[in-house]
DNA sequence: GTGAAAGCGCTAACAC
DNA sequence: GTGTTAGCGCTTTCAC
């Protein structure tokens, strides 16, 4: 049996509500006798009882942060850093998988409402309505980590249709004329565009550039050899791009491998960004240049506005947007 | 306020023991009841009380997975498929981080004893030793996963031995006879070599091949930087390796891009081979070859651990081997 | 400044 | 089959 608080009082000759005072750091203690409670713990190997609290408190310290995949979040980085956020402001983090596109439908039911929880940080888009009903209908917070956004969550939200635009503009500056788009949806062309395909036609459209048929690619989803297809079928097109602006670093760097198979030099010949600055893009050959929003702020971000969220429930909704910057590398290189 | 057994109890016209019952999947009650508290159940939205359950019960359902960086343990794909298999069996998991090498020698203090949680999944090597003891101490279960064995706790172990022997052979089946590694611990010389190191050296001398000096290459971290410096300087060895065998498939993709800023071709003039099976790997140009264990099998067994532990708390501690596979790909090429 | 006692929501004995 | 009740370990009034 674990020690307990009453073990403690008992052991430094004080009452239960005492021992609570001082492990949790209330005033009001003399210094005697918070010294012996201190001295008890230590030799009892005293551990507070976490259900117990909670129970008590009504806060956990806990944090879902629901991911597509942990090792692969919609940005790279941002599992790791919501777990640091978390732990500097005292949370820890649960991580619960929300499963490829086809198994999103799903979520909701399989995820349920994570119980015990104080907040949801929600990092995927995408995200199959019913879930955030869920959770606000538990009363669980929830923030909303990138684009999706919903009036009735807080939001750390990424602008990517500029990001999207800064990514074309970049190409233009280094001299492309001929850009495709890799990584739109299928329901694109029916359904409301998203903002990625927003930017990149504002931004082409505003340099006077015209759209060959086929240069928006739409891809089923965001994996290596989805951006391989899609840059090989342009590849092959009668107006060859001399750029490809992917929708995701996954797919960028499917497209690199495919201008090495068709034996076309990047940047030399096309050149390629993505979004999301994925490590593997770092280490790719070449480098890929790529645009994206710092994860270390989002995740920032997002816990405090948890805490905010903790404690002022009715507070209006907030909304955050964060910085984001092109990393110039070699893949875009300008061709002199 | 949350809806609570004995609310649904009431709105049913039952006790609340017949109400737990119900959510509990217990036998022993009527059809009829059983759909009157279902609906009951349903019309008031009630959710049980994590926190009360466990603190009755003494689990909670919550498994700690402590790793380096959640986006980035030893193996890739072990954060994945632990939540995964945590998952199929019933546990939700919190990731603590232990921090880069350097941060480690805090992390008993700073992760204390994760409160809370059935067990620990410890996912890395060189735990510093306080944090299995903590851990222990307060009676929480403890599996590792890897290497670092501790004969007080349940094992899945790899057998990196093993797993270097075959990447040696593999180098050897190509046709490589100058094999040097990367990525032996800097404490190596002195101290205690690693299984990587005795794997390597076993299979080279099997071979009646001989070991340049300076052909075993220690490195600081594991990082991409530290594979390319010291490919960089094997490069530039009077015996030219022919063959680089890393610890890591981050330092044989920092390997490979020292290669190509030398001028040398892989696998032509050099193969490489790393170890872990990483995405980056999959995609670089050339692909890596690696040996990896299976991280599904890994995180599944681990996980049946657990569950066989806490059901059985005083058995003797179980130690599983799991099975890795040499992964051929392009940088191993054979030079024909 | 410290102590006694109530009760958070749930499950498990035990009675009926 | 179903109801009653005690109590898991903690925090928090409320007296003293």
Redesign the pocket.
């Known amino acids: 049996?674990?020690t307990?608080?009453?073990d403690v009082a008992r052991h430094a000759r004080?009452?239960?509500?005492?021992v609570?005072?001082v492990?949790?750091d209330h005033p009001?203690?003399?210094d005697?006798?918070r010294r012996r409670v201190r001295e008890a713990v230590r030799a009892l190997g005293y551990r507070?009882?976490l259900a117990?609290?909670t129970?008590?408190?009504g806060r956990a310290g806990l944090l879902a942060l629901i991911v597509p995949d942990v090792e692969a979040p919609g940005l790279h980085g941002l599992a790791r850093e919501v777990v640091r956020a978390a732990t500097s402001r005292g949370f820890r983090v649960v991580v619960d998988h929300l499963g490829s596109d086809t198994e999103r439908a799903a979520a909701p039911a399989r995820i349920g409402a994570p119980p015990g929880v104080d907040a949801v940080l929600l990092g995927a888009d995408m995200v199959p309505p019913g879930l955030i009903d869920a959770q606000l209908a538990a009363g669980t917070p929830v923030v909303l980590l990138g684009e999706s956004p919903d009036p009735r969550c807080d939001q750390v939200a990424l602008d990517w249709a500029r990001a999207a635009a800064d990514a074309i503009e970049h190409l233009l500056d280094t001299g492309r004329r001929r850009i495709a788009a890799i990584g739109a949806r299928p329901g694109e062309a029916t359904g409301p565009a998203q903002p990625r395909t927003l930017g990149y036609r504002h931004a082409v459209h505003r340099a006077g550039l015209d759209l060959p048929a086929g240069y928006l690619r739409t891809t089923a989803q965001q994996r290596h050899e989805d951006g391989y297809r899609a840059a090989r079928w342009l590849f092959a097109h009668e107006q060859r791009p001399d750029a490809l602006f992917c929708y995701a670093d996954r797919l960028a760097i499917g497209a690199l491998r495919a201008a090495a198979d068709a034996g076309l030099r990047v940047p030399a010949d096309v050149a390629v960004i993505g979004l999301g600055d994925s490590e593997e893009g770092r280490y790719s050959r070449p480098t890929l240049t790529s645009v994206s929003a710092d994860p270390a702020f989002l995740a920032r971000e997002a816990v405090a506005l948890v805490t905010a969220r903790l404690d002022r429930p009715d507070a209006a909704p907030a909304r955050i947007t964060a910085p984001h910057a092109v990393l110039p590398r070699e893949s875009t290189r300008p061709v002199v």
């Open positions: 049996m674990a307990t608080l009453r004080v009452s239960v509500k005492t609570s005072n492990v949790n009001h203690v003399s005697d006798v507070p009882n117990a609290r129970l008590r408190t």
